[in-house]
């Protein structure tokens, strides 16, 4: 299994920048697939970004595209999220998730079954 630890988030006025970590351990990552989600209070978990691990394209939502950049350092097995130009309808907890690639649709929560704890983004009007 795959072990996920989130860090970054914090409280940010509109028009800041965060810059989300999410650092693996426990086996490779060469097969999986990993992405972001987000759960606002009252709303259900919606999808952010994902990425294949070992290469090849990204995929993000419409609501964030051209703002977000979804990266990973695989010397560090480490995923990021470089969040650009945030608004407060991006309020959300975070939580980064990875799957293996082949299982189901890069933005269905059902396709991951690793998930970190979450970490908190407020983003101020």
């Known amino acids: 299994q795959v072990q996920l630890v989130e860090s970054g988030g914090g409280l940010v006025q509109a028009g800041g920048s965060l810059r989300l970590s999410c650092a693996a351990s426990g086996r490779t990552l060469s097969s999986y697939r990993m992405g972001w989600f987000r759960q606002a209070p009252g709303k259900e978990r919606e999808f952010v970004a994902a990425?294949?691990?070992?290469?090849?394209?990204?995929y993000y939502a419409d609501s964030v595209k051209g703002r977000f950049t979804i990266s990973r350092d695989i010397a560090k097995n480490t995923m990021f999220l470089q969040m650009n130009s945030l608004k407060p309808e991006d309020t959300a907890v975070y939580y980064c998730?990875?799957?293996?690639?082949?299982?189901?649709?890069?933005?269905?929560?059902?396709?991951?079954?690793?998930w970190g704890q979450g970490t908190q983004v407020t983003v101020s009007s």
């Open positions: 998730a990875g799957g293996l690639f082949y299982r189901g649709a890069y933005d269905y929560t059902a396709s991951y079954d690793q």
């Open positions: 990425m294949r691990w070992s290469g090849g394209g990204t």
